[in-house]
């Protein structure tokens, strides 16, 4: 898809959700997002990490906005094994559309929605200025680099990477600079599909089993806290922390 052609879906979409006056999430309100029951699960296969690159970007907007993923993505459950956030930065590393960043804008002291692809810091961008003011205040977008989130030192006091963490290159390094930007004590939680011919979610070769990823934490210096393997139908759950 050409950029111009790229450009004027991005605006279909956003048009499309402007007209209904609705979010992609279905609310307008991020507040009174819900964890909602839905008969069949989908996450396309077409959503795969490709090296260094973030998809394609129309079916990572209808997956990630996909109605039925609240039955098995759980995000309220998720949300809340990052503790209490009234005092906390919490950074979305991989915003995509802001599935779980606008579910945490109303429950956090400042959100950071992090991508390496444009389209998606503006899609964030124009559905920032539907948010109530006092969310808007709280929530900035940041366009990062492939091998960097751009964070300043110490900056987040929690980290969530959903769905995102296969499409990291070089990844121990990436973390060991992701810990940089992490408060001391801060808590990393990456959330990715489990291996085994999912219903959701893309190839099992596009994977990342979970004993790497536990490996690559220990090596970048961080501390496994947790790991759930059941409490996701779909995904593993692993909360790490930064020394
Ligand atoms: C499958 S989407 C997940 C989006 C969102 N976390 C969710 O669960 O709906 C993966 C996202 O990661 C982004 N991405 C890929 N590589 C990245 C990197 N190195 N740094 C930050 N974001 C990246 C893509 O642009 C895309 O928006």
């Known amino acids: 898809m050409t950029r111009t052609a790229t450009t004027l879906y991005c605006f279909g979409v956003l048009t499309f959700f402007a007209c209904r006056n609705e979010s992609p999430s279905g609310s307008n309100d991020p507040a009174l997002f819900q964890e909602k029951p839905a008969s069949t699960a989908t996450f396309s296969a077409q959503t795969t990490p490709s090296s260094g690159g973030s998809g394609n970007f129309e079916s990572l907007v209808a997956d990630g906005e996909n109605k039925d993923r609240g039955i098995w993505q759980k995000p309220n459950m998720v949300i809340s094994l990052l503790g209490d956030l009234d005092n906390k930065t919490v950074a979305d590393i991989g ?27 503006s899609f964030l961008d124009s559905m920032k200025v539907r948010l109530p003011e006092i969310y808007q205040k709280r929530f900035e977008t940041r366009l990062s680099l492939p091998n960097d989130p751009l964070l300043r030192p110490g900056e987040a006091d929690a980290v969530v990477i959903v769905n995102t963490y296969g499409y990291l290159d070089n990844r121990i390094q990436y973390l060991r600079t992701l810990r940089k930007g992490m408060s001391s004590g801060a808590r990393l939680l990456i959330i990715d599909f489990k291996k085994n011919n999912l219903p959701v979610g893309p190839p099992d070769h596009f994977k990342v089993a979970l004993d790497e990823v536990e490996r690559e934490l220990v090596s970048a210096g961080f501390r496994i806290d947790k790991i759930d393997k059941d409490a996701l139908d779909y995904q593993y759950i692993v909360i790490a922390s930064a020394p």
Request: net charge positive; hydrophobic share 45%.
């Open 95 to 121: 915003a995509g559309t802001g599935y779980f960043t606008f579910r945490l804008v109303p429950k956090a002291k400042r959100v950071i929605g992090i991508d390496i692809d444009p389209r998606f810091i």
